[in-house]
C-alpha cells in the first residue's frame, strides 16, 4: 500500500545524519520501501526554544505492514539511533511520527492518525507538500487548503 507518510526529525548528534540513517533504515525494513523523500529542511524548535534547530523531512513508503506492526519498527529504528526523551517537547536525536496511512483513520493509545499536527506544523506539512502537493488527508482535507494556513515560521528547505 502507498500513501503512508513518515515525518522525520531531528536536532542533535549531528541532524543531518540522522534523518539519513533513519531513511535508510526504514528502506531497509522487511516489508517496507521508500517511494519518496523530501528535500531536508532546518527549522526554528516547536517547544523550548533553549535547544538547537531542528532538521525535519517526510518520506512516503510502499509497504504491506499493518499500522501497529509498522509503528513498532519505526520505534525500533529510534532506538538503534540512541533515542533519548531528555524532556517533554525537547532535544532528541531522532523523532519517527507515523503521519498518514494511506486512507485510514486510527485512534488509540497508540496511534493518532493522520496525526492530529500534521496541519499546524510547518516542519512537516512543507515538506509533505513537497512530495504530495495533491494529496487529500483523511479528516483535515486538501493540501493545497492546508497550506494557505500554514506560514513557515522560518522554514528553510536545505541542498
Ligand atoms: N520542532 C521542530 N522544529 N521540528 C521537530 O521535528 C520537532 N519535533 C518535536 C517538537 C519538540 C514538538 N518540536 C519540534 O517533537
Request: aromatic share 4%; proline share 7%.
Amino acid at each position: 500500500m502507498k500513501g503512508v507518510f513518515i515525518g522525520l526529525g531531528s536536532n542533535l548528534a549531528e541532524p543531518m545524519a540522522q534523518i539519513h540513517s533513519a531513511i535508510e533504515a526504514i528502506d531497509l525494513l522487511d516489508d517496507v520501501s521508500v517511494v519518496s523523500k523530501s528535500s531536508l529542511y532546518s527549522s526554528p524548535p516547536m517547544g523550548p526554544q533553549d535547544q538547537p534547530d531542528y532538521i525535519n523531512a517526510v518520506i512516503e513508503i510502499d509497504t504491506t505492514l499493518f499500522a501497529h506492526k509498522l509503528l513498532d519498527q519505526l520505534q525500533e529504528i529510534e532506538q538503534q539511533q540512541g533515542r533519548v526523551r531528555q524532556r517533554h517537547w525537547g532535544e532528541r536525536t531522532i523523532d519517527l511520527d507515523l503521519l498518514i496511512y494511506g486512507g485510514n483513520t486510527l485512534e488509540d493509545e497508540r496511534l493518532n492518525v493522520p496525526h492530529p499536527g500534521i496541519a499546524l506544523r510547518s516542519f512537516v506539512l512543507h515538506p509533505l507538500a513537497e512530495i504530495a502537493p495533491d494529496l487529500i488527508i483523511p479528516t483535515l482535507g486538501a493540501m493545497q487548503e492546508l497550506l494557505k494556513n500554514c506560514p513557515l515560521d522560518g522554514l528553510q528547505r536545505i541542498d
